[in-house]
């Protein structure tokens, strides 16, 4: 008799379950952009300088995938998030438009320096050292431990070391925009929802 009513239930379950509307498939929403400075990237060098140009087509594109491979290797040597750099290179730059005290030839791609017209910020002799500098200067805000690579950020110096390892502390000291960190964020989601 018991095994009657288990045959029984076993139907009824299996039934019940046909009769279940099938379920959705549950698609993964986009990576929240990442707070913290120190970390690794997600996105190849190949979709950064694609989401670039896709902004500004205007771009000269050779340059925009050279640039593109030096934030992904010059991030990596000193432990930066090379998304969030290159977030950041895109807002300090208007993607590569300028417009600023900061002008292309410069090779300065986060404002080192520039604090006005008798100050228009610091020029690098070639990309792959503005880059550098750039990294050199977010680990100095987000780490307290060494470089890895030779020190060729004239401003490293005045940061207080490890005063801010997460964008968020980026407003008001690396920029006095107290919008900057989220700016920063905003662009870092468009990247990813391009790159997924």
Not at 33 to 52: C, D, N, S, Y
Not at 66 to 88: C, K, M, P, R, W
Not at 98 to 124: H, K
């Amino acid at each position: 008799m018991r095994v009657f009513y288990t045959a029984i239930a076993a139907v009824f379950i299996l039934a019940s379950c046909a009769a279940l509307p099938p379920q959705k498939e549950v698609i993964p929403e986009f990576p929240q952009p990442p707070e913290h400075i120190m970390g690794k990237g997600t996105v190849p060098e190949e979709q950064l300088a694609a989401f670039l140009l896709d902004t500004n087509a205007g771009a000269d594109g050779d340059f925009v995938r050279q640039l593109s491979a030096y934030y992904v290797e010059e991030a990596a040597a000193e432990g930066i998030n090379h998304d969030t750099a290159f977030a950041q290179m895109c807002l300090e730059t208007g993607f590569l438009r300028y417009g600023g005290l900061v002008t292309p030839d410069m090779n300065n791609f986060c404002g080192l320096g520039a604090i006005g017209p008798e100050q228009p910020g610091l020029v690098f002799p070639d990309a792959r050292s503005g880059v550098r500098a750039h990294i050199q200067h977010l680990q100095a805000y987000a780490s307290v431990e060494p470089l890895n690579q030779d020190l060729i950020d004239p401003r490293y110096r005045y940061v207080k070391r490890g005063s801010s390892p997460t964008i968020h502390g980026l407003a008001g000291t690396w920029a006095a925009d107290r919008a900057y960190s989220g700016k920063i964020g905003a662009i870092l989601q468009r990247l990813y929802e391009f790159a997924h």
